[in-house]
Nanobody
Framework: QVQLVESGGGLAQAGGSVRLSCAAS????????MGWFRQAPGKEREFVAT????????YYAEFVKGRFTFSIDEAKNTVYLQMNSLKPEDTAVYYC????????????WGQGTQVTVSS
């Protein structure tokens, strides 16, 4: 059974930092890519970043480039999203997701963690 469990959300001030974690289990990690998405109130869910377990190749949405960093701890089966220089518009529920490298869609999702950035 695949499980993705996020943690690390909370309240931060503009310009501050938050690190999100996503602990994954039940996956054949080398065959998957991991992603972070977010959904702000009244808005659709949007892509933030993705990383492959094997090789660590990363892609970021333009609005987070240079501020957010996606990383892997293979020993802990955990991925992290380090979010720096936070802006109030980064306020959202952040979701961790997993997809097969060869597949078109994300198959598994975590429960989400709230990040609130105050100005």
């Amino acid at each position: 059974q695949v499980q993705l469990v996020e943690s690390g959300g909370g309240l931060a001030q503009a310009g501050g930092s938050v690190r999100l974690s996503c602990a994954a289990s039940g996956l054949t990690f080398s065959s998957y890519a991991m992603g972070w998405f977010r959904q702000a109130p009244g808005k659709e869910r949007e892509f933030v970043a993705t990383i492959r377990w094997s090789g660590g190749r990363q892609y970021y949405a333009e609005f987070v480039k240079g501020r957010f960093t996606f990383s892997i701890d293979e020993a802990k089966n955990t991925v992290y999203l380090q979010m720096n220089s936070l802006k109030p518009e980064d306020t959202a529920v952040y979701y961790c997701a997993a997809k097969r490298v060869t597949g078109p869609t994300y198959d598994y999702w975590g429960q989400g963690t709230q990040v609130t950035v105050s100005s």
